[in-house]
């Protein structure tokens, strides 16, 4: 699913993550860490958002690289706190995502549908709380036929009915459609919520698999 060929992450002259060479099968990974290890840096540089040194192969033959705008059409991401134009509502932000990511058209209806959002995703987002704003993120971030996605500290500012259906989501990408999934959290996941493939390590400044 994912390969990191010589991926050096650097702040200035401060070497922020590196990762000689690390192969992942495609799956569902936890990314364990304290807070400020890294893991955002990780998934921002996966998502192609971070310059980096090196390379990152999606499945074996996609460089992120040398075929940026093709890598980055396969691999969404959330971030933990997301930020969107203020002015712009809920729908109009979806459409310019789904546009983006060459979604089917009315992909997002389930997806609102089954995260209680109809109410408010007509509105402008400055008006949105902290838990609309990570829904809408989520539902963002499954747009398109992606073969991998990133979500960062998906249970920070989302109640448990709604990180249910969070996990429904994922389970059923990914068994229905081979979708990969990377998901970052300083917070246990429950085991018996998702059939996770392993965990990953951020810790002094490197990735490790923990199995």
């Known amino acids: 699913m994912l390969q990191f060929i010589n991926f050096t992450k650097r702040y200035g002259s401060y070497p922020a993550l590196k990762v000689d060479d690390l192969k992942l099968d495609k799956g569902i990974y936890w990314i364990k860490g304290v807070n400020g290890s890294g893991k955002s840096t990780l998934l921002k540089s996966i998502a192609g958002i971070l310059a980096f040194d090196g390379d990152i192969l999606l499945d074996s033959e996609?460089?992120?690289k040398k075929?940026?705008?093709?890598?980055?059409?396969?691999?969404n991401f959330a971030e933990a706190e997301p930020l969107f134009p203020e002015f712009l509502t809920g729908t109009e932000m979806i459409a310019l995502f789904a546009d983006a990511k060459d979604a089917p058209k009315?992909?997002?209806q389930a997806y609102l549908k089954s995260m209680n959002m109809q109410s408010f995703v007509d509105r402008p987002i400055g008006t949105y709380s902290s838990g609309m704003l990570k829904k809408l993120s989520l539902l963002l971030a499954f747009l398109g036929n992606p073969r991998l996605i990133l979500l960062d500290e998906p249970l920070i500012t989302i109640d448990t009915a709604s990180l249910a259906v969070l996990n429904t989501w994922i389970r059923e990408?990914?068994?229905?459609?081979g979708i990969g999934f990377l998901l970052s959290s300083h917070?246990?996941?429950e085991g018996d919520s998702l059939p996770l493939t392993g965990g990953l390590l951020v810790e002094e400044q490197t990735l490790k698999f923990i199995g």
């Open 62 to 64: 996609i460089s992120m």
């Open 187 to 189: 917070q246990m996941l």
């Open 173 to 177: 990408r990914y068994e229905q459609q």
């Open 106 to 108: 009315g992909q997002e």
């Open 67 to 75: 075929q940026p705008v093709h890598y980055r059409k396969l691999v």
